[in-house]
């Protein structure tokens, strides 16, 4: 598992879903090619603490699961997913492309 504990710096772009009333929506699930789900939760600290105390976000590669700290502002829950999904994104790149299931 990896965890983010970084410095606070706001995420930019359009990579999440608004409402209606221009509120951010954080994903529930992102899909990377050949089918690659990634799951994303947003947990509470006791739930964030059990796996590691000291991030405020994970990426689980054997759940294929990204923990966020849902008490955090929105603008910090973005940067964190971004910063989660990079980790994901390298997973996926190593079990798909450098394992040659991706050939063109």
Not at 68 to 95: N, S
């Amino acid at each position: 598992m990896l965890g983010y504990s970084g410095a606070g710096i706001p995420g930019r772009g359009h990579l999440f879903d608004t409402t209606v009333r221009g509120m951010v929506r954080i994903p529930n699930k992102v899909i990377l090619p050949f089918g690659y789900h990634i799951m994303i939760r947003q947990v509470t600290d006791s739930e964030m603490d059990r796996q590691d105390s000291n991030a405020d976000g994970i990426w689980d590669n054997e759940a294929k699961t990204i923990y966020i700290r849902k008490r955090l502002p929105v603008t910090r829950r973005r940067y964190i997913l971004a910063h989660e999904l990079g980790h994901a994104w390298l997973d996926w790149q190593h079990r798909y492309l450098d394992d040659g299931k991706a050939r063109s």
